[in-house]
C-alpha cells in the first residue's frame, strides 16, 4: 500500500509563495510518475503538474500555473514538492499529491492516478 503525505500549505497574500510537500511511503514509486492536482470548492479535481524520474523537461503543467509553479522532486527522499511563486486567488483549493500513474492517457487526467494523499490547504487573498 502506498501512502502519500502532503504538507506546506497555508494562508499567503496575492503574490506570494508557498511549497508544498509530498512524501511517498513506498520505494516502488520512487521513479514512477508523480502529480500534484487541486480542487477548489465547488469545482472538480484538476491536474495541476506531473513529474517522470528526475524532472527536468519531463514536468508537464497545466497552462493556468506554466511559469509560477515548479514541480521537482528529490529521488533519495522519496519526495514530490510543488513549489507556488506569484499566488493568486484562483489558486485557493485543497492540493492533492498522487502516485500509481496508469499509462496511456493524459499525465494530468486524474483518473490515470491510483494513489492519493488527504491534501493540504492553499488560500490565497487578494
Known amino acids: 500500500q502506498v501512502r502519500l503525505l502532503e504538507s506546506g500549505g497555508g494562508s499567503v497574500q496575492a503574490g506570494g509563495s508557498l511549497r508544498l510537500s509530498c512524501a511517498v511511503s513506498a520505494g516502488t514509486e520512487r521513479n514512477n510518475r508523480m502529480g500534484w492536482f487541486r480542487q477548489a470548492l465547488g469545482k472538480e479535481r484538476e491536474g495541476v503538474a506531473s513529474?517522470?524520474?528526475?524532472?527536468?523537461?519531463?514536468?508537464v503543467y497545466v497552462d493556468s500555473v506554466k511559469g509560477r509553479f515548479t514541480i521537482s522532486r528529490d529521488i533519495a527522499e522519496n519526495k514530490v514538492y510543488l513549489q507556488m511563486d506569484s499566488l493568486k486567488p484562483e489558486d485557493t483549493a485543497v492540493y492533492y499529491c498522487a502516485a500509481g500513474f496508469k499509462a496511456g492517457g493524459n499525465v494530468l487526467d486524474v483518473r490515470r492516478y491510483v494513489y492519493w494523499g488527504l491534501g493540504t490547504q492553499v488560500t490565497v487573498s487578494s
Open positions: 513529474i517522470y524520474g528526475r524532472g527536468g523537461g519531463t514536468a
